[in-house]
Every structure is written in C-alpha cells, then in structure tokens.
C-alpha cells in the first residue's frame, strides 16, 4: 500500500521529534504504527471519530513564561491548538488556530513539534485518544490576544516554575522540561 503525500508528510513530522524519555519513545512508536497502518488520522466527527485522531498543540512561550488557556471543554489548562482537518498538515492546523483562538498570526516560521504525546481526553468529552504534535511559537506576553470566550474561560501566561500541574495535560511538566533543559544546553 503506498502512503498518500499528506501522511508521508506526517510521518516525517513525527519522525522528527528526538524523544526526551522512554514514554516519549513509546508515544512516537505508537503514533508511527498508527500512521504506517492507514487508519483515519482526523477527526471526522465531533467529539470522538475515529477514536484516535491528529491534534497540533501550539505553546506560547516568552522567555520563562508559557500562555495556556482555560479550556472549558476540557476542564483543564492546556496550550492552545485543535485537531488537524482532513487534507491539513499539522503546521497549517497551528497557522489556523492560531488566527481562530488567539487572533494572531505566527512571529516566525514553524519549527518541527518539540514533543508528541498520545492521551486519553479527560472532561466532557473524556475517552477518546489525541495524538498531540506539541509546536514552540516564541511570542511576546504583552501582545494582545483575542480568544473566543465560549471555547476558553480565560487566558493567562505562566512563569515556568507555577505551571497549574495539578489542573493541566499530564504531559506538560515533561514539556516544559524538555522546553527549558533543550534550550539551557
């Protein structure tokens, strides 16, 4: 079976990622069976079909300082991004959501996705599974920001030592940590 451009191209993103941990290794080999298998990458249906699908987080970050966004869905502090759309790359789902939650539009052009991630969804869509490419955008914490208060209950920036761990994706203290030590190197 030969793959379609667009999931060549997937696949070469999630290659790119240097997994941080032995739970990051087992995400990216999980992510790159599910790719190589030919099963629905995107999400077709709200909330859950298929079951597993593509998500681009993207995370703001300014110096020590990461904006999340208090997702009412979710219940939880998350970095902004969405589900990657039929025919879509992953970094044109960061260009597009970018413009739809926050009003903006990238500083610089995309690098490959830090981290990869799969997890089970939690709040009032729990049960499904994301398969997360997490991009780094560098941003400024002053620039105004215009986000769709139905979908968040408020934005803020953090300084990376008071990130609500308690209330977040259970990934994003391996994030910041790669984030910082990957940068301090």
Known sequence: MQMSTLRVAIR????????ADDIEATHRAEALAWVDSGAQLCRVAKPATP?????????????????LVDH????????????????EHPRSTVVRELQEELGIAPAHDLQAPLMITCTETVGHT?????????????ASSSQAL???DSEFAGVRWFHRDELPLDRTDPHLS????????????
């Open 126 to 138: 729990a049960g499904h599974w994301d398969v997360s490419l997490w991009y780094v955008l560098n």
């Open 72 to 87: 009412r869905n979710a219940q939880r502090w998350l970095p902004t991004g969405g589900h990657v759309e039929p025919d």
């Open 146 to 148: 215009s986000y769709d």
């Open 12 to 19: 070469a993103e999630i290659e790119s990622i240097r997994p």
């Open 51 to 67: 079951p597993r699908h593509l998500v681009s987080y993207f995370v703001l970050v300014d110096g020590p300082l990461v904006l």
């Open 174 to 185: 391996r994030f910041a940590r790669k984030l910082w030590e990957g940068s301090a190197a």
